[in-house]
């Protein structure tokens, strides 16, 4: 199996278009740390280059890894291009007007207060659509594609599966909060957090609110199982060679596959708690309990998996091969 970390040269050949963008956030991510040291302003109670920041870093990572997977595409290759090549360019649009509203001093998402600044927001909305739509095209040419390890291949169509259903919570930030539907005519559309106001106390860096619930969970975690569910893979075949067990693939798809059910019910329970109004960091005993219940049916999921381990040979790990 190929891993990590991949000479430059070769990832850009991967697809070009999204590795330009990688280097383009990459580049912004650079620029946002400066604009946080040397620029004091504060947007909706956080530093007014921390957005840009994290936007850049997680589409860094998001492109990247589209770009290694469309790399493994047999079928239907082209379209798989041209889809990533859609998702660059909405990708780098996005992120770019979130860059140029921080330099303005204006908040980019939900901003309706003028002319110009529902222009963009209504093309940041136009913008994630067909980024979302593109990333689904992609996740159905990932189903259809032959991959010789299956645990690695099931890692990347689930992934990309819970990643189109993280990316989609983002919508539940965009409808009307309660108040401002009491309020009517107002500047602001939309909200991160529920049942405070944004731009409250939050966690550091990050940001999420630790007196509500905060929709920016669920969906940070849902886009990010692109990434986690294959690093398990990966992970799990090259611990094979220090235990046995994970030598059969059979072993390796089961654990990969609770894994994949683990990380969507996580999904869910993040969900369901910030809609309840409930920061991260201060479940009640009904989400605790929620999540004990999670990690006892994902450990129960575990031992099952390595307990229908069939014999394997001692002679050598199985033969794993991934195209990177």
Request: charge should be positive.
């Amino acid at each position: 199996m190929s891993h990590f970390p991949v000479p430059l040269r070769q990832a850009f050949r991967w697809h070009p278009p999204l590795m330009v963008v990688a280097a383009a956030m990459a580049a912004l991510s650079v620029v946002s740390l400066v604009g946080l040291v040397v620029d004091d302003r504060i947007l909706v109670g956080a530093p007014i280059w921390l957005k840009p920041f994290k936007f850049a870093v997680s589409f860094l990572i998001y492109v990247a890894t589209l770009a290694w997977m469309i790399s493994l595409m047999q079928r239907g290759r082209r379209v798989a291009r041209r889809a990533g090549t859609v998702v660059a360019v909405t990708g780098f649009i996005e992120v770019g007007l979130i860059a140029m509203q921080a330099a303005r001093g204006r908040q980019s998402h939900f901003n309706i207060a003028t002319t110009l600044d529902t222009a963009i927001y209504a093309a940041m909305a136009t913008t994630v659509a067909v980024l979302y739509a593109g990333t689904i095209v992609l996740a159905v040419l990932l189903l259809m594609q032959r991959i010789p390890d299956r645990a690695t291949a099931w890692t990347l169509r689930l992934g990309l599966l819970i990643t189109l259903v993280g990316m989609g919570l983002a919508y539940l930030m965009v409808m009307p909060t309660p108040e401002q539907r009491a309020v009517g005519v107002s500047t602001i559309v939309g909200a991160h957090s529920v049942g405070v106001p944004d731009g409250g106390p939050g966690l550091p860096l990050i940001g999420w609110s630790t007196t509500g619930g905060d929709l920016r969970v669920p969906h940070f975690v849902g886009i990010h199982a692109l990434q986690a569910l294959p690093l398990l893979a990966i992970a799990l075949t090259a611990l094979a060679r220090r235990f046995p067990r994970l030598r059969d693939g059979d072993v390796r798809l089961r654990l990969v596959l609770v894994a994949a059910a683990g990380y969507a019910g996580l999904v869910a329970l993040v969900t369901w708690q910030a809609l309840r109004g409930q920061p991260l960091i201060r479940p009640d005993g009904v989400t605790l309990a929620a999540a004990g219940l999670l990690v006892a049916l994902v450990a129960g999921g575990v031992l099952v998996a390595l307990r229908r381990a069939t014999p394997t040979s001692t002679n050598g790990i199985e033969r794993v091969e991934v195209y990177a």
